[in-house]
């Protein structure tokens, strides 16, 4: 599998994966600053019970097994990426990030109905976007789906052109 795969990100470590992912590709560190989009606000999170993870875990099996695969492989290339670089790029993707919060979002909203996004949930956080913002701004706060959707026609476009 580690033929097949450079980097496998790790969702509950994901700023470490996207540093990971910004020096495999010897991206700049704006390249992998995001925003949390599409996540329940953390007033409604709540960890599964243990019986009820312990029973998940029993019924994918096999996708534990995968995950425990990579989530180990994962820190083995952590480790090799050092410790202290590690910080020092976790602390300016750290930044990076609230520069472009600062930048970009006025305020964190519930979900509703009349919103430029309307996501699935109240539950759901989303932004409003400053009015000074950018369309960089526009694109960073973009609900998942329609983002690629967007992306997706460019990609097609691109395509078209190639043929």
């Known amino acids: ?5 450079d980097l496998v990100m790790v969702v509950e470590r994901l700023n470490e994966s996207l540093v990971l992912l910004r020096d495999l590709l010897c991206w700049e560190m704006d390249d992998v600053v995001m925003f949390k989009i599409n996540a329940r606000r953390s007033v409604f999170q709540r960890p599964p019970e243990a019986s009820l993870a312990n029973e998940l875990r029993k019924l994918n099996a096999v996708d534990t097994r995968l995950y ?5 492989r ?4 952590v480790k090799a990426f050092g410790a202290q670089r590690m910080q020092s790029e976790l602390k300016l993707l750290e930044q990076r ?19 430029k996004f309307y996501i699935y949930h109240s ?10 913002s950018t369309s960089l701004c526009d694109l960073m706060t973009l609900p ?5 959707g967007r992306l997706r026609v460019k990609q097609l476009k691109r395509i078209a052109t190639i043929r």
């Open 144 to 148: 998942e789906i329609i983002f690629t």
């Open 68 to 72: 425990e695969y990579f989530a180990k």
């Open 1 to 5: 599998m580690d033929a097949l795969f």
């Open 74 to 77: 994962f820190e083995q290339r």
């Open 97 to 115: 990030t609230r520069y472009w919060y600062q930048k970009c979002v006025a305020r964190d909203n519930e979900s509703d109905k009349s919103g």
């Open 123 to 132: 539950q759901v956080l989303t932004y409003e976007v400053k009015d000074t």
